[in-house]
T-cell receptor, first 111, second 114 residues
Framework: KAGVTQTPRYLIKTRGQQVTLSCSPI?????VSWYQQTPGQGLQFLFE???????NKGNFPGRFSGRQFSNSRSEMNVSTLELGDSALYLC??????????FGSGTRLTVV | EDKVVQSPLSLVVHEGDTVTLNCSYE??????LLWYKQEKKAPTFLFML????IEKKSGRLSSILDKKELFSILNITATQTGDSAVYLC??????????????FGKGTHLIIQP
């Protein structure tokens, strides 16, 4: 069974640009959640999607948005990038709430 | 505001020692508590706990949840250098809609010295 796939693995963007990250969940999983990990703040919840609907959102500015497609693949978008957005972005998929399986993440560097 | 606190934040022990990692939480509508091990990038799943007092075991690792006192512990016996990692505790909230994402603690950075 394939795991959670995140693309791209690495990204370098300049301030003010926008970026789109992709997450393909485990086949059959309908829930995808996104997290930002930084050395100072640790892992912080961004948002969670189930069947194309956002069910929960963390405490992040509106520049962070996401969506989920009918095949459960999800994307997150960050607009007007700031230096502080540099982080490892992780997504996780889950089914029937039996744990969350994480992808390897996208390392975003904003310069 | 939901809160998950792990202690200690870092721990250095010698190979063969037993360690206990702590996780306390203050959340509304608790659903489950999960432990993960993170070595490089992707956190890998260790345990999911939903009921108090029932110990879960996997090899040298075990964990238990106390829903009355709002904490969990993760024990690792006969530690090995391969156990060196950041151990993350996370709590899942039940908002009535199902899986709603995880609130994480800062993690315990465990270093096992040979």
């Amino acid at each position: 069974k394939a795991g959670v796939t995140q693309t791209p693995r690495y990204l370098i963007k300049t301030r003010g640009q926008q970026v789109t990250l992709s997450c393909s969940p485990i086949s059959g999983h309908r829930s995808v959640s996104w997290y930002q990990q930084t050395p100072g703040q640790g892992l912080q919840f961004l948002f969670e999607y189930f069947s194309e609907t956002q069910r929960n959102k963390g405490n992040f500015p509106g520049r962070f948005s996401g969506r989920q497609f009918s095949n459960s693949r999800s994307e997150m978008n960050v607009s007007t990038l700031e230096l502080g957005d540099s982080a490892l972005y992780l997504c996780a998929s889950s089914s029937n709430h039996y744990g969350y399986t994480f992808g390897s993440g996208t390392r975003l560097t904003v310069v | 505001e939901d809160k998950v606190v792990q202690s200690p934040l870092s721990l250095v022990v010698h190979e063969g020692d037993t360690v206990t990692l702590n996780c306390s939480y203050e959340v509304t509508n608790f659903r489950s508590l999960l432990w993960y091990k993170q070595e490089k990038k992707a956190p890998t799943f260790l345990f999911m706990l939903t009921s108090s007092g029932i110990e879960k075991k996997s090899g040298r690792l075990s964990s238990i949840l106390d829903k009355k006192e709002l904490f969990s512990i993760l024990n690792i016996t006969a530690t090995q250098t391969g156990d060196s990692a950041v151990y993350l505790c996370a709590v899942e909230i039940n908002s009535g809609g199902g899986a709603d994402g995880l609130t994480f603690g800062k993690g315990t950075h465990l270093i096992i010295q040979p």
